[in-house]
């Protein structure tokens, strides 16, 4: 088993920068695809970014331009860098391993997720 641990979550104002990590204990990154994903409070939980074993990725539209992914499995490390944060950004952001080659936009296909990271965007 893989175990996700997200960090970096704080609160921003709008306009401002956060980079998210991801680590793996347990086993290592470089046998999945790996997803972000974010819960609002009263909302479904969204994939907002995803990259395959071989570094294909994708973005939900709404964060195309602001977001990147990107991980390195020689330090079991997946990050998500996120700027010019608006408000609608605010959310429980959470890490996945998904057990295939490419990522998935729906939770449902992932395996293990870590406890999540508060990300709080202030106007």
């Known amino acids: 088993q893989v175990h996700p641990v997200e960090s970096g979550g704080q609160l921003v104002q709008a306009g401002g920068s956060l980079r998210l990590s991801c680590a793996a204990s347990g086993r290592t990154f470089s046998g999945y695809a790996l997803g972000w994903f974010r819960q609002a409070p009263g909302k479904e939980r969204d994939f907002v970014a995803g990259?395959?074993?071989?570094?294909?990725?994708g973005y939900i539209d709404s964060v195309k331009g602001r977001f990147t992914i990107s991980r390195d499995d020689a330090k079991n490390m997946l990050t998500l860098q996120m700027n010019s944060l608006k408000p609608e950004d605010t959310a429980v952001y959470y890490c996945?391993?998904?057990?295939?080659?490419?990522?998935?936009?729906?939770?449902?296909?992932?395996?293990?997720w870590g406890q999540g990271t508060q990300v709080t965007v202030s106007s």
């Open positions: 990259i395959s074993r071989g570094g294909e990725f």
């Open positions: 996945a391993t998904r057990n295939g080659y490419y990522s998935s936009t729906d939770p449902r296909d992932y395996d293990y």
